[in-house]
């Protein structure tokens, strides 16, 4: 079960867009990581690559964790809102709720849960910008 501490930690990292990071230091080497019902991507490493690979194709982007967290023991539940700008001038505003399964102040198991309408790709202008109201 993860302290509160470990998970401010986390959270300070994933806001800060160090995403890769939070991978190296907050998961299981054999942790899985799926997206709604996709195949699971199993391994740390595979997250740590994943994540870098989406942070080269941003230009800009927020990570903002929406309160209040819901813990019960080792599961954990997360409200995320991202916003991306692409490389490519295109944008998208993604809002998604993580399952986590912690083995102590590790994660062992997620499950993101999100519209996947969200993904389609939009003008960068549309976006909201922050302080806009949510």
């Known amino acids: 079960m993860p302290t509160a501490e470990t998970l401010e930690r986390f959270i300070a990292l994933v806001e800060r867009n160090e995403h890769d990071l939070a991978c190296e230091q907050f998961y299981t080497e054999h942790s899985s990581m799926q997206e709604n019902q996709a195949p699971p991507r199993v391994g740390r490493d595979k997250h740590v ?3 870098r690979a989406v942070l080269a194709r941003a230009k800009s982007m927020r990570s903002h964790c929406v309160r209040p967290l819901f813990v019960e023991g080792n599961l954990v539940v997360i409200r995320w809102i991202f916003d991306f700008v692409w490389r ?20 062992a198991q997620e499950t993101f849960f999100f519209d996947p309408a ?3 790709p ?10 806009d109201a949510a």
């Open 49 to 51: 690559a994943n994540e």
């Open 88 to 107: 490519d001038g295109t944008a998208m505003h993604l809002e998604e709720l993580a399952y986590q399964r912690w083995e102590g102040e590790k994660i």
């Open 118 to 120: 969200q993904k389609i």
């Open 122 to 131: 939009r003008h960068a202008d549309t976006l909201a910008q922050p302080g």
